[in-house]
């Protein structure tokens, strides 16, 4: 009888040990894990903010061709980024060239106006000229509403004033599990959580259970 509760305790003793151990084990693959993640996410973060303030420079790769135009004097060529607009901050980059010596223009007053298509709503910001390429200005606009949109560009060199206009469609914010900035690393995380919460709930009954045998 005595070696039968010897023999219980030691393997209780056992299944304690090693019970032990897989919970310091499975700890460590969590945190581990975790901070895997966490990298990732911090790295894509980084990416995506880097991506952002590209976006707004001259990165021509980063834009696509808005509108062409040859109007009076001009060769204007505009481009927009998001490569598909949405609703939110539009960025328009114009550039402005001879249209007889194909060189940039420059010190030229440029004024972009946004209107949604049946409304009076307009939306204006200048064109500044940027510093890194000559005869190239920048306008950024934010457009809030979806659907269709009228962009006026007037272009002013001190004595005349030419206008282009252009139709544009504002897509609607994804906000479902299919937009790339849904943060799946944090839905992950929490996933490894519960799964971990579960594992100690039934690691501790087990360990009741054997314990009142």
């Given at each position: 009888m005595l070696l039968e509760v010897t023999s219980q305790v030691e393997l209780e003793g056992n299944f304690n040990f090693i019970q032990s151990k897989l919970m310091k084990v499975c700890h460590k693959i969590m945190i581990r894990t975790i901070n895997f993640i966490l990298l990732i996410l911090l790295i894509s973060s980084f990416y995506q903010d880097s991506h952002a303030i590209?976006?707004?420079?001259e990165g021509i790769?980063?834009?696509?061709?808005?509108?062409?135009?040859?109007?009076d004097n001009y060769f204007v060529s505009i481009s927009i980024s998001p490569i598909k607009p949405i609703v939110g901050q539009q960025v328009f980059s114009i550039k402005v060239f001879d249209k007889l010596t194909n060189k940039p223009v420059e010190n030229l007053i440029i004024k972009v106006f946004a209107t949604p298509l049946f409304d009076d709503k307009?939306?204006?910001?200048?064109?500044?000229?940027?510093?890194?390429?000559?005869?190239s200005?920048?306008?950024?606009?934010?457009?809030?509403?979806?659907?269709f949109w009228i962009v006026d560009f007037e272009i002013d060199n001190g004595t005349k004033m030419v206008k282009l206009s252009e139709q544009i469609e504002i897509l609607?914010?994804?906000?479902?599990?299919?937009?790339?900035?849904?943060?799946?690393?944090?839905?992950?995380?929490?996933?490894?959580?519960?799964?971990?919460?579960?594992i100690i709930v039934i690691s501790a009954r087990r360990r009741k259970k054997r314990l009142n045998l």
């Open positions: 590209n976006a707004q420079g790769s980063r834009y696509k061709i808005f509108h062409e135009e040859v109007i307009k939306k204006y910001s200048p064109a500044l000229s940027t510093s890194t390429m000559e005869g200005y920048q306008a950024i606009l934010r457009l809030e509403k979806n659907g609607e914010r994804n906000r479902t599990i299919n937009n790339r900035n849904i943060p799946y690393g944090f839905i992950f995380i929490q996933l490894i959580f519960i799964l971990g919460i579960l």
